[in-house]
């Protein structure tokens, strides 16, 4: 069969396009730095890909929801702690109250403790009530002026999912606290205060140290409510290390199906580019016009 030149140029044209595509692919891959750039590159690869992006990003979540789960336990933990600093200033007032302390002084103390622990009661975390339960826009605790108290939160729990189908409570309710009414069956923290300022108003001395009591079972219940703090924090700590472990493994897997070894891509260009640049310099040698080019 005769091989005229048109088939040659034909067959060097193709084969210029063809490592030119190829010269292309190889400078895009080094320019991205990956080696799957479109689906078509390779199909499996990229199921892959999309699908650890996709967990990645569920990680992601699952850490944005941890943070602000430790930031609400956080608060609550101060908030406790200031509490029970609080309920044991008034502990020690009534028993000082039972020595014959001035009855003036001691009221205005006890009053100023109930009103600060109240207040504590009323902490934000940004805009929601911490101890509101679900109720978290509005004020949990108010008074009336016989310095009873009254709870408008209610008992309902905060969660964050930290992975699936794993939940970690993150508030304490004003009911668990403080237990206003006593419906939970524990210390009503405001109405044992309460009685306290009455016993320094009636100068009732045995009153007084009889509340004493009543206010270090109080502190015990605040704590016991403390330490559940920590140990949720503790859960939110243990499963953020655990997905920056998995996070970690993950990045590796995309990585390596994704991302381009640099020294060796750099080589395929290099080899690429030598490939177009020698098929550039055979069809400039075979390819050379004719007279009868020109009248064609």
Not at 232 to 252: F, P, Q, T, V
Request: one cysteine or more; proline letters at 1%; hydrophobic letters at 35%.
């Amino acid at each position: 069969m005769r091989v005229t030149n048109k088939m040659s140029s034909d067959t060097i044209t193709k084969e210029l396009y063809k490592n030119q595509q190829l010269l292309l692919e190889a400078q895009l891959r080094l320019s991205t730095g990956k080696k799957i750039n479109r689906v078509s590159d390779d199909p499996s690869g990229m199921r892959r890909v999309l699908d650890y992006r996709r967990i990645l990003s569920s990680i992601d979540q699952y850490n944005n929801n941890i943070s602000h789960g430790k930031g609400r336990l956080q608060v609550t933990e101060t908030a406790l702690e200031e509490i029970v600093d609080s309920l044991k200033q008034a502990k020690t007032l009534a028993i000082r109250f039972g020595s014959n302390q001035d009855p003036d002084k001691a009221q205005e103390l006890i009053e100023s403790i109930y009103e600060t622990i109240m207040d504590i009661g009323n902490t934000r975390f940004g805009d929601s009530y911490i101890f509101a339960g679900n109720a978290a826009d509005t004020v949990p605790f108010t008074k009336d002026e016989n310095w009873d108290a009254t709870y408008h939160g209610d008992d309902g729990d905060i969660t964050v999912i930290v992975e699936d189908g794993v939940e970690v409570k993150t508030n304490a309710t004003g009911q668990d606290v403080f237990d206003v009414g006593g419906v939970g069956g524990g210390v009503d923290v405001f109405a044992a205060l309460s009685a306290l300022r009455d016993a320094i108003i009636a100068g009732d001395h045995d009153a007084a140290m009889a509340q004493s009591s009543v206010i270090e079972s109080a502190i015990d219940q605040v704590e016991t409510i403390a330490t559940e703090t920590s140990i949720y924090y503790g859960r939110l700590e243990s499963s953020e290390n655990h997905l920056e472990l998995y996070k970690a493994n993950i990045e590796d897997m995309r990585s390596s199906t994704e991302n381009i070894d640099t020294a060796q891509a750099i080589l395929e260009f290099q080899s690429q580019e030598t490939a177009y640049t020698v098929c550039l310099e055979t069809a400039s040698r075979m390819i050379q016009p004719s007279l009868i080019d020109f009248l064609k």
